[in-house]
């Protein structure tokens, strides 16, 4: 046995080569299919039907409008979650008592705890099939994940610059604003930023529930076996994931 290993670390990595083993067996999953000369034909047959993208006038403005709903659908809700975290994550930060911090960190935990396909299915359910739906899906997990990140923000600033305005007589609002949030707010504004730029790609693939957008765009051209129409989709969902990580980066530099 070599130096530095100990019995522990080779019994925990035979236990997860054999998990892994085990996995494989038991989902019965006939790799080996993967590799052969057929299959290997079938993937290139597959991947041809994509080639070329309709690039047609009449498609190009149906993914164009697709485009700009699933930009909106990424930006309110990235909005309307920032403004419910940062308003649950101060009672979250423990500054309403003990009571109300449980209260506020259980909300939190319940709303990201719900993957934004889940929020997506039950919101169509309720509100119909749409961008509303879409919007409101996002919203509410990506509320979770904000409050909490705007919690710990809160948690770790330091307290004193509004203690001193507070021992000074200023009104706590007024000592939250100008004492504790110049502190977080290039951090609330980094979570934020990053969390859109995780919804942009998360409202394209909300479309397959429903939800609108590029996914739903998407969704239909696969349906119907349409491979052109859905690989022009594609690269417009890679196009704005790209264009949005580039805005995204610049604010993060500018703020």
Do not use: C
Request: hydrophobic share 60%.
């Amino acid at each position: 046995m070599k130096p530095g290993v100990s019995l522990g670390g080779l019994a925990a990595i035979v236990l997860v080569l054999a998990a892994v083993a085990g996995s494989f067996a038991y989902l019965d999953m006939p790799l080996g299919a993967l590799f052969t000369g057929a299959a290997a034909g079938e993937a290139v047959a597959f991947v041809q039907r994509f080639f070329p993208p309709d690039l047609s006038a009449d498609f190009l403005a149906k993914v164009g409008a697709a485009a700009l709903e699933t930009l909106a659908i990424s930006l309110v809700s990235t909005l309307l979650a920032a403004v419910a975290g940062a308003l649950l994550a101060m009672p979250a930060a423990g500054r309403q008592g003990r009571a109300v911090r449980r209260g506020a960190r259980f909300a939190l935990n319940l709303l990201r705890s719900v993957p934004e396909l889940v929020w997506a299915t039950l919101m169509v359910l309720a509100a119909g099939l749409g961008p509303f739906a879409g919007t409101l899906a996002l919203a509410l997990h990506t509320t979770g994940v904000l409050g909490r990140l705007f919690a710990e923000a809160l948690e770790n600033a330091p307290p004193a610059p509004a203690q001193a305005l507070a021992e000074g007589g200023t009104p706590s609002v007024a000592a939250f604003l100008y004492g504790t949030l110049p502190l977080v707010a290039p951090q609330w504004l980094a979570y934020s930023l990053y969390r859109w730029e995780m919804n942009i790609r998360m409202a394209a693939i909300l479309g397959f529930v429903g939800a609108g957008g590029l996914g739903g765009l998407l969704y239909y051209s696969l349906s119907l076996f349409h491979e052109a129409q859905a690989s022009t989709v594609i690269l417009a969902m890679l196009a704005m994931a790209i264009a949005v990580d580039g805005a995204s980066a610049w604010l993060r530099r500018k703020a």
